[in-house]
């Protein structure tokens, strides 16, 4: 498995999760990570990217301001802080990897298996 997520969990609307996903030297050194996530009935969605170069972030419309993303690459793993939370965040999160930053908010090279996160109101 080249991308491990975890993290997930049920947390009550206006709390924080922090998701991690562990993955190697070589994906964190030279691919684009970030997250996706999917919501029952709904299409896959961008939430956050990180550069391997620069350390550049880029981020979905609907998690701007509160969510975070980054990365430990002593740790070989790629984290997203997610705070305020609400339940429209209620999807399975999926960790991801592209080669390039071109299309980064629209598909990726590598997946990992998703985590649940659930908010209730």
């Known amino acids: 498995v080249q991308l491990q997520a975890s993290g997930g969990g049920l947390v009550q609307a206006g709390g924080s999760l922090r998701l991690s996903c562990s993955t190697s030297?070589?994906?964190?050194?030279?691919?684009?990570t970030g997250w996706f996530r999917q919501a029952p009935g709904k299409e896959r969605e961008f939430v956050a990217a990180?550069?391997?170069?620069?350390?550049?972030?880029d981020y979905g419309d609907s998690v701007k301001g509160r969510f975070t993303i980054s990365r430990d690459n002593a740790k070989n793993t790629m984290y997203l802080q997610m705070n305020d939370l609400k339940p429209e965040d209620t999807a399975v999160y999926y960790c991801?990897?592209?080669?390039?930053?071109?299309?980064?908010?629209?598909?990726?090279?590598?997946w990992g298996q998703g985590t649940q996160v659930t908010v209730s109101s």
């Open positions: 991801s990897a592209k080669r390039r930053w071109v299309g980064i908010q629209t598909s990726a090279d590598i």
């Open positions: 030297t070589r994906i964190l050194s030279s691919y684009v």
């Open positions: 990180i550069t391997w170069r620069t350390d550049s972030t």
